[in-house]
């Protein structure tokens, strides 16, 4: 079973002026363990880097329940929704929610909001949009994509 892991790296790379800038950051790789994160993200980073050493600075795990990556070259941001999916307790009659993350990948906030509204409409289950929000991640590494 696979997971993901948000990798944090750092670097230095040529400023817009004379000077070497340290930079940091942050992919999402899907990998078995926080090592193989760790050796995935170096060797899809380190071809960039052409001065200086890479340095992964920080890795935690992170749960997802789906991923909708459009491959549309426009589509270069990516936000983070929060569903959470209802349910009517049978015994007490209550209502019950099930809050999931999600990772949505499309050029604005509005045309990820719509993107995620046409997914979930796919669903069968009664959902609501608690939040959906902008993420610092430049790029998705998946574990097919070695």
């Known amino acids: 079973m696979n997971y993901w892991f948000e990798c944090k790296v750092s670097y230095e790379r040529q400023a817009d002026g004379m000077g070497m800038k340290k930079v940091s950051e942050l992919y999402l790789v899907d990998a078995m363990s926080f090592t193989e994160a760790e050796e995935r993200v170096i060797k899809e980073i380190q071809p960039l880097v052409s001065i200086g ?80 929000t902008d993420t610092q991640i430049l790029d998705v590494f998946r574990y097919g994509a070695q």
């Not at 426009?74 to 007490?92: G, L, M, P, W």
């Open 53 to 132: 050493e890479l340095e992964v600075s920080n890795i935690k795990r992170v749960k997802l329940a789906e991923l909708f990556l459009n491959e549309r070259e426009e589509a270069d941001h990516y936000y983070k929704a929060r569903v959470n999916f209802i349910t009517i307790d049978e015994k007490s009659g209550m209502e019950k929610k099930a809050g999931v993350n999600m990772l949505i990948k499309s050029e604005s906030l509005s045309e990820a909001v719509t993107e995620l509204v046409s997914q979930m409409e796919k669903q069968l289950g009664a959902y609501e949009i608690a939040s959906i």
